[in-house]
């Protein structure tokens, strides 16, 4: 079929040029088979964005989680424990206020606020956006704690190498059957408040026997960044995934 | 609702495309949404049409096609279709399925009017 009017000549007329008898004052329908990506241009972003970091020898993390599930207290944790190892630098996302970024400040660590508005997810636009605010020569270890929510931030890739989904014990231990897509990039998958696990009922081997039916891959921890039991193993983690990467 | 944000980019390219091959109107909107991506089809329908408003989309209808997950198990080679996240081999129960389609989110198609072009040659 000829692709410019549909007029039905056979393959080989495309490329030639040929008479025939079209009105043209009349229109047709056509059909026009795209199949384009929508998520094309945030994925050409996020990977401009994984390589540039890569440049710079920074390991980012990306936390996603609930809200309250303790992302910024965990990135707290992790400064407080490794700041003789590692230069942290963090991305806060919320939907509103500074109120986050404000207790990483408290840390005296670099910190940049995305303010999304009404979105419910960060994207690697805006993380890009953000990496023009910070003093990346001076940090080894990039934190982008995502909006609040266990849904829609799992579609985008932000760029980061790794990316992680916590829950707290107060959650629930359901949430992760009914949340599967929060898991599609992610390599590690974090249990927070353990020192709360006895004032709760929650089975903490479910939810990770879950996850890692999603993905065979994952990387599990329980830990809580208050009583730091457990942190232990998630800082070496840190620590063997930033050595990989400069290496 | 990241849908929003899906039905913005999928009205956004929908007119770039319309635009490029000079339609007189546009008459349908099909899209392709992956199971694996967690868009809601009721949700996203809605969205588009909040989105579609003041583009030459007004009176095009969306059609939601919804495809499902197709993996290949590690542990028995088999390719197998899976209609929900969950990335269990339904043979043999192996994990780490390998994601071979279905985790997307496409314009899949559009159904235009457009002008039959002038008589005599043409490439």
Redesign the interface.
């Known amino acids: 079929m000829c692709e ?2 549909g007029c039905g000549l056979p393959e080989e007329a ?11 004052g ?14 094309a ?1 945030n994925e050409a972003q996020a990977r401009e964005n994984r390589a540039h970091l890569m440049e710079h020898g920074i390991l980012a993390v990306n936390l996603m989680s609930s809200p309250g599930t303790g992302k910024t207290s965990l990135i707290e944790a992790v400064t407080a424990s490794l700041s003789d190892q590692l230069r942290v630098g963090v991305i806060e996302g919320d939907l509103a206020t500074d109120r986050d970024a404000e207790r990483i400040r408290a840390l005296g660590l670099p910190v940049w606020q995305i303010t999304t508005g009404s ?3 960060l ?1 690697a636009a805006m993380v890009h956006e953000a990496l023009h605010h910070l003093p990346l020569e001076s940090i080894d270890l990039l934190f982008v704690e995502n909006v609040g929510n266990l ?2 931030p ?3 890739d932000l760029g980061c190498h790794l990316n992680g989904v916590l829950l707290s014990v107060t959650e629930g231990d359901d949430k992760v ?1 009914k949340y ?2 929060i898991f ?1 990039y992610a390599q590690f998958f974090c249990i927070t408040k353990s020192d709360l696990l006895p004032y709760v009922s929650f089975d903490a081997a479910k939810p990770q026997r879950e996850a ?6 994952l990387k599990t921890f329980s830990l809580s960044a208050k009583s730091r039991e457990g942190m232990g193993s998630f800082l070496n983690y840190l620590l063997a995934e930033r050595a990989a990467l400069t290496a | 609702m990241h849908e929003w944000s899906l039905a913005c980019e999928l009205v956004r390219q929908a007119e770039t495309e319309a635009r490029r091959r000079n339609a007189l109107r546009v008459h349908a909107v099909k899209a392709s949404v992956g199971v694996l991506t967690g868009v809601v089809p009721e949700l996203l329908q809605r969205a588009y049409e909040m989105a579609r408003q003041g583009t030459c989309l007004e009176e095009a209808p969306l059609e939601i096609e919804v495809e499902a997950i197709r993996a290949r198990c590690p542990r028995c080679g088999r390719e197998v279709t899976l209609h929900s996240p969950a990335l269990v081999c339904p043979d043999c129960s192996a994990l780490g399925l390998e994601v071979l389609g279905g985790d997307g989110i496409f314009l899949a198609s559009l159904e235009l009017e457009v002008a039959e072009t002038a008589g005599g040659n043409h490439v």
Do not use: F, M, Q, S
Request: glycine fraction near 4%.
């Open positions: 410019t009017c495309k490329n030639h040029a040929h008479e025939h008898d079209h009105d043209p009349r229109t047709h329908r056509e059909e026009a088979v795209l199949y384009r990506n929508l998520l241009a979105t419910c997810h994207d849904v829609c799992g579609l985008y059957a599967p897509v599609k890692r039916i999603l993905k065979g891959d």
